[in-house]
């Protein structure tokens, strides 16, 4: 028996041999990480695997899809690990300027098949170099917030499922606040890539 799309076209449907029929569909973060585009990016530094969040807030990690780079970044997962109950989180899009007072941190390839780092260098990402206070410098304050959230001490996963898109020359921000006291920070960001 032949499934047809009833136009008379002579388009055929596929089956497959668990005789279900076969669709074009991604399977997104396992698919990309198959193929080597897909990627993380963590705090997890030699000078910096957590930073010191003050009252005040500070942005504290910051990454920028490159104009031009032919691709879109899609935010598989963001997990924001803390050390203090009520620690507020904000995720932001649309933040310009270049990231001051930073440390570059490059995104690892999911695949050890594949290189280290991100396939090309339209991607970058800085984590704050925790200095005295003010976090991440240079970000214009134009951004949307996305989320805002208020976590409990312990890991936290904020986003996931590839949800979020930055498609080129656009940012993710994240900015964290401390509730009474300084407040030690980490991030992990998983992305995979796909072309525009």
Not at 164 to 174: A, S
Not at 176 to 190: C, I, M
Request: proline fraction near 3%.
């Amino acid at each position: 028996m032949l499934i047809t799309d009833g136009t008379g076209a002579g388009n055929v449907a596929k089956v497959t041999r668990d005789n279900r029929v076969a669709v074009d569909v991604g399977s997104g973060i396992k698919e990309a990480t198959r193929n080597g585009s897909a990627y993380s990016v963590t705090m997890d530094t030699a000078v910096h695997p957590t930073v010191t969040v003050t009252t005040g807030g500070e942005y504290v990690f910051h990454m920028q899809n490159a104009s031009g780079s032919g691709k879109n970044i899609i935010i598989e997962e963001v997990s924001v690990c803390t050390d203090t109950a009520n620690t507020e989180v904000w995720l932001i899009t649309g933040h310009s300027g270049t990231p001051g007072a930073a440390t570059a941190v490059k995104p690892r390839n999911l695949n050890g098949s594949f290189a280290g780092t991100v396939s090309a260098a339209h991607a970058t990402s800085s984590v704050w170099a925790d200095g005295s206070g003010g976090g991440l410098s240079g970000l214009t304050a134009s951004g949307a917030t996305l989320s805002s959230l208020r976590l409990a001490a312990g890991m936290t996963i904020i986003e996931s499922g590839g949800r979020i898109m930055i498609p080129q020359n656009e940012t993710l921000t994240i900015k964290a606040d401390s509730p009474a006291s300084t407040v030690e920070v980490s991030v992990r960001v998983t992305f995979y890539e796909e072309p525009v």
